[in-house]
Nanobody, 125 residues
Framework: QVQLVDSGGGLVQAGGSLRPSCVVSGRTSSTHVMGWFRQAPGKERVFVAAIRWSGGSTYYADSVKGRFTISRDNAKNTVYLQMNTLKPEDTAVYYC??????????????????WGQGTQVTVSS
């Protein structure tokens, strides 16, 4: 089994920054790709970014390209999502997730088997 614990959300003004993190424990060998998703009130959960543990290749949703950066620290089994120039429309619960397939460009949540509990990000205008 794999356990994910995400944290680091909060309340920030528009234009500000936050850096949620996700600590992975358990059978980490099953988590070849890590992703971040978000779910705004009344909306579906959508893909934000993904990173491969080995090599660090990344992939982003168009809506966050140039503003968000996903990174990982292999020694700490931790994945980060640096979020800059935040907008009110970025307000959502952010979830980290693990994709055992190793394919980086799978944006559907159905390819992610393990999920964190979510961390709230609120951006005020």
């Amino acid at each position: 089994q794999v356990q994910l614990v995400d944290s680091g959300g909060g309340l920030v003004q528009a234009g500000g920054s936050l850096r949620p993190s996700c600590v992975v424990s358990g059978r980490t060998s099953s988590t070849h790709v890590m992703g971040w998703f978000r779910q705004a009130p009344g909306k579906e959960r959508v893909f934000v970014a993904a990173i491969r543990w080995s090599g660090g290749s990344t992939y982003y949703a168009d809506s966050v390209k140039g503003r968000f950066t996903i990174s990982r620290d292999n020694a700490k089994n931790t994945v980060y999502l640096q979020m800059n120039t935040l907008k009110p429309e970025d307000t959502a619960v952010y979830y980290c997730a693990a994709n055992p397939s190793g394919v980086l460009f799978m944006t559907s949540q159905t390819f992610y088997d393990y999920w964190g509990q979510g961390t709230q990000v609120t951006v005020s205008s």
